[in-house]
């Protein structure tokens, strides 16, 4: 998503409510104040990944004051329809964006499962318009990457994290003593005297194993699949990708855990990133119908993929 673009609408939309000439309804006072709030988050120079609010936060911004999440969310939700209303296609804070030449927005609402808070979040409607490339040669697809649709408390850290060198090697150095250890153990080499415990000892060989996997195959070729107990199994197009940063004349080493969405140039369907062996264990976006003859590479550096086959 175009974040200059983002901000840009979010701006429209605040001037829209604010010259609103009938005092608002209250949910559309829910539709500022998440305008709001997407706007000083874009401005405090938070990923867009990672703007979203939960119901308390909503309902703080628009009554003033702090409830328990089960009555924000009961609050907020008795205005949902008006509070969608504002961001259809056709609304009528849309039409005026797009005769501003702003592009539409669009409201998510991502509910909750296993004590999860929902997330509410705005998006540029540009995306869904752009994702079929219509316009582009059909041989150049484009990644967006997207929000996680569920975002676990192990994984939040890594939405964005800085790596530390010397904290990152002593995770590994741990990761390896763990998976000697069990080896060793496994081998008879190392007995802990309780079975109970040595069986323990030796089935962490396992998880131990297949993070350090991950972070091999990460250093190597700066993207992995997202590890599978970071995001539910059916999330599609998990990854976790290394990038570098400038931060005030700082390059700054960075670890993110990201959902791509992508469309296939070909035909329009969802393209799948995987690992391939036909290309050397490359990851690359097989469109969903066509997964034989519709081929892509991944770049996540430049978030494009080039036909391939
Ligand atoms: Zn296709």
Known sequence: MDIQEFKGS???????????????????????????????????????????????????????????????????????????GCFEADSELNTHLNA???????????????????????????????????????????YSPVQLPKVYSLTKPFLDLRLQPLVFTAFAMILITIAVVAFFSFIGFINWGSKPLNIVIILSMFPAGYVLLKIHEIMEKGVTSLPIFMAPVTTRNAMLVLTKERQNDQVALKMKAIVYDCKCGMCGENILIEKSREFRGRYIGKCAVAPTEHIYSFDHVLKTGKFLR
């Open 10 to 84: 979010l701006e429209t939309a605040i001037d829209f409510f604010d010259k609103h000439e009938i005092s608002l309804l209250k949910g559309q006072e829910v539709a500022r104040a998440l305008c709001i709030l997407s706007l000083s988050s874009v401005e405090n120079g938070i990923d867009v990944r990672n703007i979203y609010f939960d119901y308390q936060e909503i309902y703080k911004a628009v009554w003033g004051s702090e409830v328990e999440a089960n009555k924000a969310s009961q609050m907020v939700r008795k205005h949902s329809d008006i509070i969608k």
């Open 100 to 142: 501003n030449g702003n592009a539409g927005l669009n409201l998510q609402i991502e509910s909750t499962k296993g004590g999860h808070k929902t997330q509410i979040f705005l998006l540029s409607r540009e995306e869904k318009s752009k994702d079929l490339n219509r316009q582009g040669p059909i041989h150049v697809i484009s």
